[in-house]
Nanobody, 129 residues
Framework: QVQLVESGGGLVQAGDSLRLSCAVSGRTISTDAVAWFRQAPGKERDFVSVSVITWNGVTASYADSVKGRATVSRDDAKNTVYLQMNSLKPEDTAVYYC????????????????????WGQGTQVTVSS
């Protein structure tokens, strides 16, 4: 059974950094797309970042709201994906979820949460001003 477990969230001040981790068990992630989404109270779950394996290596993409402040990385030996968030803002406050997609296609919309097959339980990030 595939399980994703997020960790690394917490209460921080604006301008601080956090590194979130997504540990995957039950499947090796070496060929999988693994993404981060976030959901603030009363809002939809939004795309944050994704790490994708392509024919020429690992690629990453980011939501405009975090571009330049976030870095997604993966350690396939540890079966873990990370999200480094810097210069955190109060509007980054949300529950952060990682998600894994089984489908591999160059036409897949990795920003669509409906494309993902497995989800973690989430980790809370709270940024105070």
């Amino acid at each position: 059974q595939v399980q994703l477990v997020e960790s690394g969230g917490g209460l921080v001040q604006a301008g601080d950094s956090l590194r979130l981790s997504c540990a995957v068990s039950g499947r090796t992630i070496s060929t999988d797309a693994v993404a981060w989404f976030r959901q603030a109270p009363g809002k939809e779950r939004d795309f944050v970042s994704v790490s994708v394996i392509t024919w020429n290596g690992v690629t990453a993409s980011y939501a405009d709201s975090v571009k330049g402040r976030a870095t997604v990385s993966r350690d396939d030996a540890k079966n873990t994906v990370y999200l480094q968030m810097n210069s955190l803002k109060p509007e980054d406050t949300a529950v952060y979820y990682c998600a894994l997609a089984l489908r591999r296609s160059p036409y897949m919309n990795h920003r669509d949460r409906g494309q993902y097959d497995y989800w973690g339980q989430g980790t809370q990030v709270t940024v105070s001003s």
